[in-house]
Structures are given as structure tokens and as C-alpha cells.
């Protein structure tokens, strides 16, 4: 529930924004009721032709109430758009940072497009809270208050009778519309999460799936889909059409009961004529200050589901545990696994008890099925990934004793799907070293074997290179990729299947390219493909048995497993 807190409970900066807001909401309501109010008092009052001068402060109420209810709703519009984007703002910021130590490891079990529908569209549902619930709710309360205790004091009757009709409107009939909207605004929160996984999947995948003629197949299942959404957005939309109509019932249904009431009390003289108009049009006012209560009730239902699921996500337990403090980085490069068992989440150990030494400057290759627990390796020893049990040693000193980002500072990874930004290929090499010169730039290239194309480029550095990277080869993306790795100046290199999408020949060149320019430093290469590796290497090979196998064997079956 802390975390739940957390995520919707302005700082200190917003809260100020907030509260004005909600005064400036509850005046431009207040300035409504009063408008109408003041409005029937003057028509039926100039009825009667009384002197000019009993009329002008009505007429001035009314000329400062219609202008004040347009200016109090512009700035209850502005401040609160402005508080509620810096809520929003800062629980981004929030649930970003929390990403950051979930990534990547953390993150398995999640789609990317869900994921993706849970940092946007659910973390939106901030904005819905504070402008279409919180604030709209707080300043129909206030205004409805003031105008029951107006109503008491023409004729208590008349004013317990709008009392009840407000207590329905605030309480029954958002609590009905919440009711029938309950299973609907759940199952919106997963469709769309389900939506936005299947696109964000889909087109990074069109080329396949247009390939091998799939398009009918991804068609039927965004049909179906989509179908599952507008169901639950119907059941939705009937929900608040049925509280919109109980809502019109209670304001018009005070309207009658005043017109009843008070012209009783007109007969007894104990009403004036003005006065009856008031407490018949006064009610209706409230149509305006009530009317967006049957929405936030099922906005509330909205909201605290796709909260619920930003939540899980912030929830998740992290894979990494900072010490504190974290002890200092060792000047040697020495690494020894011993004993290692290591997992994901509450899955089941994928590495068990991997013995493995990489001492400075040797050349290390891992083999395995896909499964094994290659990457897995290749997580912990670059802190994604804590051990279960066991030891990673860097120069005698436990990898978990070390601070993540000083760990990354010296052990670099290049995977099979190494990212390429859509920028120019200058950028690309700039993460990795912000102040690089163009010479060491140009330096990097070479060493990777890909001077000689950005050379013959017409802009050299500065060719965009598309998005992931589209308008380069899948050799030369992995070779920008192993440029940057190079110009980050790590002394140990993890190569996980660099080579995965390319065919033998390229794979080979690539890899003999890679050793090479590695130099001195430790090189461990994941790959199940060892015979691509440069023969004259000197490396030393380790062989991971099948996760899958030991997990059935040591359970007695693959039943079990």
C-alpha cells in the first residue's frame, strides 16, 4: 500500500498547485450555484417593477458571477493540468528509476509491449485521478455543502430534501456506476496492455511475419483483441450512461420537491415569491458541480487498476542488491567463479555449480545448448544478476561486495542484439565515451574493421545509421557495436553469441576480428557455436551441461521439471 502511496500523493512543490486548483474549482462551482441563484431572485424580483436601485446589486452579482465562473474555471483548468503533469512527471521519473535496477534481469517475464503500456498508458491514469476524480469529487462536495446550508436557511425542509439528493449523488450513485464498471475497467487495463504488447511485437516482427504469411494469422488475433477491448469499453460506457441518468433524476426530482415544498410555504407566508424561485432553480445549479461524479466513479475503478499494475511492476524483487557501502574496486582483473548457482526471479537455478577461471588477459570459451545458462553467466558477472549460492571473485573480492556501475566500469558486454540508436553512427560511439575525440573515434573503427566503409561514407561519422540500426548489415551493426564496446576501455569483454544472426563466413571473420582486437584484455566468448572461433586463439574451452536435463535428472523425471 506504501508503494500504491507512493505513486499518486503529490511532493510538497505540487501540493500548493493542488490546493489552489481545488479553490479555484470550488469558486467557479460556487460561482455557478450563485449565478442562478441570483439570477432567478433578480427576474422575479423585476417582475414586480420595484425602484432600479433595489435591482443593482443583483445586477452587478450577476455581471461578477458569469464572469468569475469562467475566470475560476480557466484557472482551475491551468493550475490543475499544471500540478497534475508535475505528479505525472514525477512518478515517471519514479518508476523509471525503479526500471533501471529491475533492467534487465528483473524485467523477464514481461512482455515489451506490456511493459511499455504500463510506463504510459497506465502511469496516465495519474492525470485521471487528480483532474477527473480527486479534484472534481472535492469541489462537488464543497459546493453542494454550501448550497444545502443556503436551502436550509430559506426552508429546512426544502434544504434536508437537496441534502439527501447530494448524499445519493455523492455516494450511491458513483458507488453503482464503480459497481458496474468494476470487471470492465479491470479487464480495459489488461486489454490494452494486451493491445500494445501484440503491436510493439508485430511490427518489429513484420518482415517475418510477411515472409512466412502470417499477416492473416496476426490480423485475426488484433481482431480478437480488439473485439475483448470494445466489449469491456461498452460495459464501460453504460456504466456511466446509467449514473448520468440517476444523476439528472436526484437534481431534477429537488427541483420538484422545492417547487412542492415552497409553494406550501408561499401559501403559509412563510416564503416570498423570490424566494421560491431560488429554492426551485438553485438545485439545478448543481447539475454542473455533480455532474462529472458518476465518471470519476468509474474512473476510480480505472485508475486504481492500472496503478495496481504499475505497482506489480515496482513491486517485483530486485535481482540486484547494492551493498552499503560498497567496498572498493580492485586494481587486479582476476576472475574465479566457484561453485555458482544462479537463477531468474523464482524460476528454477538455470547455472548450478558452474566452476570457471578467467584469469588476466587469457581467452575463455563457454559452450551449451540454448538454455544452458550462457547469458545467465554473462548477467551475473555484469551485476544484472546476483548469485544464489557461490562465488564470482574479482581479484579476491566478491563481485556482490562491489558497486554495479563499478563492475561495468570494467567487465563490457556484446550480445547478439547489441542496440544501434537511430542516430548517426558518431553518436552511436559517444555512449560509450562522451568526451572521444574523432580521432579515437576513427581509432575504434579501425580496430573493429570498419574504418574503411565509414571513410567511404559521404559523411562519414555523421551517417544515420536508421532505426535499430536498419541501413547497416548485421556484420557491420555487430562491429559498430563491438567499436563501442572497444572505445569504453573495459578490461574484461563478454562476447554472448556475437555472432548469432550471421552465416559461417562472416561469423568467422567477425570473431577472428574480434580476438584480435581485443589485445590484452579477458575475453569470454558465450557462444554454441565453438568452431567459429579463430583456432590460433589460444582459448580455453568450458562446456555447460543442459539446464533442462540437470533440472530433470535431479528431480527424477522430466515430468517434474
Not at 455557478?32 to 452579482?61: F, G, H, K, M
Not at 443556503?150 to 455523492?170: I, K, N, Q, R, Y
Not at 423570490?274 to 485508475?303: E, K, M, N, S, Y
Not at 562519414?460 to 563491438?482: C, F, Y
Amino acid at each position: 500500500m506504501s508503494t500504491f502511496l507512493e505513486l499518486v500523493l503529490p511532493n510538497r512543490r505540487v501540493a500548493p498547485r493542488l490546493a489552489l486548483a481545488l479553490l479555484a474549482g470550488v469558486l467557479a462551482c460556487a460561482s455557478a450555484v450563485a449565478l442562478l441563484a441570483t439570477s432567478a431572485w433578480l427576474i422575479t424580483t423585476a417582475a414586480a417593477q420595484p425602484p432600479v436601485l433595489t435591482l443593482l446589486v443583483a445586477i452587478v452579482a450577476v455581471r461578477a458571477f458569469g464572469v468569475g465562473r469562467g475566470v475560476f474555471r480557466y484557472v482551475e483548468r491551468l493550475v490543475a493540468h499544471d500540478a497534475a503533469y508535475r505528479v505525472l512527471g514525477d512518478t515517471r521519473a519514479r518508476i523509471t528509476s525503479r526500471l533501471a535496477e529491475l533492467a534487465p534481469a528483473g524485467l523477464t517475464s514481461l512482455r515489451g509491449g506490456d511493459l511499455l503500456a504500463r510506463l504510459v498508458l497506465d502511469v496516465d491514469a495519474v492525470l485521471d485521478l487528480w483532474l477527473r476524480v480527486v479534484l472534481p469529487v472535492l469541489a462537488a462536495a464543497v459546493t453542494a455543502t454550501a448550497t444545502v446550508a443556503l436551502l436550509t436557511v430559506l426552508l429546512p425542509a426544502a434544504g434536508a430534501t437537496v441534502a439527501v439528493a447530494v448524499g445519493v449523488a455523492c455516494t450511491l450513485v458513483p458507488w453503482l456506476t464503480a459497481a458496474t464498471a468494476r470487471t470492465a475497467q479491470h479487464a480495459m487495463a489488461g486489454a490494452r496492455g494486451e493491445m500494445s504488447a501484440a503491436a510493439t511485437e508485430t511490427l518489429l516482427s513484420a518482415a517475418d511475419i510477411v515472409a512466412y504469411h502470417g499477416v492473416d494469422d496476426v490480423l485475426a488475433e488484433f481482431t480478437a483483441a480488439d473485439a475483448r477491448l470494445a466489449r469491456a469499453e461498452r460495459r464501460s460506457a453504460w456504466s456511466v450512461g446509467l449514473g448520468g441518468a440517476l444523476l439528472v433524476l436526484c437534481v431534477g426530482g429537488t427541483g420538484v420537491a422545492g417547487l412542492v415544498l415552497g409553494s406550501s410555504a408561499v401559501a403559509r407566508g412563510e416564503l416570498s415569491g423570490p424566494a421560491l424561485a431560488v429554492l426551485v432553480l438553485t438545485p439545478l445549479a448543481l447539475a454542473d458541480a455533480l455532474g462529472g461524479i458518476p465518471l470519476a466513479g468509474q474512473l476510480a475503478i480505472r485508475v486504481r487498476a492500472s496503478l495496481r499494475r504499475v505497482q506489480d511492476l515496482l513491486a517485483a524483487p530486485l535481482p540486484v542488491v547494492e551493498p552499503a557501502p560498497p567496498a572498493p574496486l580492485p586494481t587486479g582483473r582476476h576472475v574465479q567463479i566457484h561453485n555458482l548457482y544462479a537463477g531468474y526471479a523464482e524460476g528454477p537455478d538455470v547455472l548450478q555449480g558452474l566452476d570457471l577461471d578467467l584469469p588476466p588477459g587469457s581467452r575463455v570459451i563457454v559452450t551449451g545448448p540454448s538454455g544452458a545458462g550462457k547469458s545467465t553467466l554473462a548477467a551475473v558477472l555484469l551485476r544484472f544478476l546476483d548469485p544464489r549460492r557461490g562465488q564470482v571473485l574479482l581479484d579476491g573480492v566478491a563481485l556482490t561486495s562491489l558497486a554495479a556501475d563499478d563492475v561495468r566500469s570494467t567487465i563490457g558486454l556484446l550480445t547478439q542484439e547489441s542496440h544501434v540508436f537511430d542516430t548517426s553512427i558518431e553518436e552511436n560511439l559517444l555512449l560509450a565515451r562522451p568526451d572521444a575525440t574523432e580521432q579515437q573515434l576513427l581509432e575504434v573503427l579501425d580496430r573493429a574493421r570498419l574504418g574503411d566503409f565509414v571513410a567511404g561514407l559521404p559523411r562519414g561519422l555523421r551517417t544515420m545509421v536508421g532505426e535499430h540500426g536498419a541501413r547497416l548489415s548485421g556484420g557491420e551493426r555487430q562491429r559498430l557495436a563491438l567499436a563501442r564496446l572497444l572505445l569504453a576501455d573495459v578490461d574484461i569483454l563478454i562476447l554472448d553469441e556475437p555472432t548469432e544472426h550471421l552465416d559461417e563466413e562472416t561469423a568467422r571473420g567477425m570473431l577472428a576480428d574480434l580476438f584480435a582486437a581485443a589485445g590484452p584484455r579477458t575475453v569470454l566468448l558465450l557462444t554454441h557455436r565453438p568452431a567459429l572461433a579463430p583456432p590460433n586463439a589460444g582459448a580455453v574451452a568450458h562446456r555447460l551441461p543442459d539446464a533442462k536435463a540437470v533440472c530433470e535428472a535431479e528431480s527424477g523425471g522430466s515430468e517434474s521439471a
